[in-house]
């Protein structure tokens, strides 16, 4: 039997097995729940995006990964979906947002402005350390999880989390 005849909730199961580490990042509109429960791995988002950042992740289920570049919320891979995966009306394209590791050149005193220069909504702030390094911080209510943060910077320091962490999101395996 091929598992698209499994019943849904069987189905879930069989697809949690595949699952080591954090939660990967969907993409947008699609949450992590309705891309297990419907999606039916036709690869139609990731042709769609013209960005290339979605592709073929765990089990063959569609993960975005920043390093290719940022999200710019065409919504192509929504219209290209067949399936009940996306939900352009639930408001948020996602519940996201970048964070800075300590690895992060800036706060080790080594000059790096690079995820502030990329960032489109200005989320990324330098504080001036007193007798220290400047140190970049996101300010999580500007930020949109775009991503465009994470392929610029030269110590592979900034992940894209989910807010609030319930579903430990990361573009990092
Ligand atoms: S919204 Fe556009 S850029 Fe973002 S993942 Fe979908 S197709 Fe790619
Ligand atoms: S994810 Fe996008 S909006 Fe957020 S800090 Fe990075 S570049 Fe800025
Ligand atoms: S681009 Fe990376 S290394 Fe440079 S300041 Fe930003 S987080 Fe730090």
């Known amino acids: ?21 954090p939660v ?13 429960d419907a999606c039916v791995r036709c690869g139609a ?10 592709a073929a992740g765990d089990g063959g289920y569609p993960e975005v990964d920043f390093r290719n570049g940022e999200c710019t919320f065409c919504g192509d891979c929504a219209e290209a ?4 995966v996306f939900d352009l009306t ?4 996602w519940f996201q947002a970048a964070t800075i590791a300590d690895t992060c050149f800036a706060r080790m005193g080594i000059v790096c402005q690079s ?8 989320a990324i702030n330098f504080t001036i350390g007193r ?3 400047s140190r970049p911080d996101v300010d999580a209510s500007a930020c949109t999880g775009c991503g465009a943060c994470v392929s610029p910077c030269p110590a592979g320091a900034v992940t894209v989390v989910s807010a609030g962490g319930q579903e ?6």
């Open 90 to 93: 639930q408001g948020a394209p």
């Open 24 to 36: 990967p990042v969907r993409p947008p509109y699609a949450s992590d729940a309705r891309v297990l």
């Open 168 to 173: 430990g999101t990361s573009n990092v395996r």
């Open 131 to 133: 007798g220290g390094p």
């Open 1 to 21: 039997m091929s598992e698209n005849r499994i019943d849904p909730g069987r189905r879930g199961l069989l697809r949690g097995r595949l699952r080591r580490g």
């Open 81 to 84: 979906c067949p399936v009940p």
């Open 115 to 122: 995820c502030r220069d990329a960032c489109p909504t200005g």
């Open 45 to 54: 988002c990731a042709d769609a995006c013209p960005e290339g950042i979605v």
